[in-house]
Each structure stands twice: as structure tokens, then as C-alpha cells.
């Protein structure tokens, strides 16, 4: 159990991180992870992955793709840098305008732990 001092916590599954205060816990989640979404660049196909390895996956088993290779090109064709963030508590994708750590943030401040919290 991380002290209760420490309510920000780092929202990137297996990181395991926490604050005290809401300033740290951003310049951590701004520096060391970053937003990222790969789409799914094949077809009609609007599958959208937060992971590189869940749109690989995804890949693999909806377009029946074995090789890595193309795989991979694939992947990184639909790589774009998306605004839009998941909040985990919310369980929803929400628009940039909003603003993540404040959004967050706010979880947190309202009592919201890490625990609760839904991976992508
Ligand atoms: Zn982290
Ligand atoms: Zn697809
Ligand atoms: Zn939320």
C-alpha cells in the first residue's frame, strides 16, 4: 500500500508511481510516457489501438496477417500521436479540451485510487 500522502498516481499500467503533489505527477506522465494511438490502417477497418502491440495483435487476428514484417509496416502506418486521452476511472476516451491532468486530477483529489483504475 503506497503512503496516503502520495495520491497522484501514475496512470500507465506497471509504472506504479505516485505524488504528493499534482504538478510532479504531471511532469512525470508528460515526460516519461506519451499519448500515443496506432489505427488500424487496413480496409474500412476503424480499430483503434493505444499500444503498439494491441494494434500488432489486432493486426494479426482480425486481418489474418502472420508476417512480422508487414505487421510492423502496417503498425507504424497507422501511428499518429493523438490529443485525446483515456481516463481510466471514466472508462471513456475524452477530448483533448478537457485536459487530462486536470480531469485526473480531479479523480484523484475526490479520493479516486490507482486500484480503481481501468487499463487500456
Ligand atoms: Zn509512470
Ligand atoms: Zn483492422
Ligand atoms: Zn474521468
Known sequence: MAS???????????????YATPSEWKVHEE???QIELWKCPVGPC????????????????AHLVTDQVVI?????EGHVHEESFWCGFCCRVLRPELEKWMHIGRHFESGAVIGEYEFI
Open 4 to 18: 496516503s500522502n502520495k495520491k497522484y498516481a501514475c496512470t500507465f499500467e506497471g509504472c506504479g508511481t505516485s
Open 31 to 33: 515526460n516519461h510516457h
Open 46 to 61: 476503424t480499430h483503434k489501438s493505444y499500444r503498439l502491440v494491441s494494434c500488432m495483435r489486432h493486426i494479426t487476428t
Open 72 to 76: 510492423m509496416a502496417k503498425a507504424e
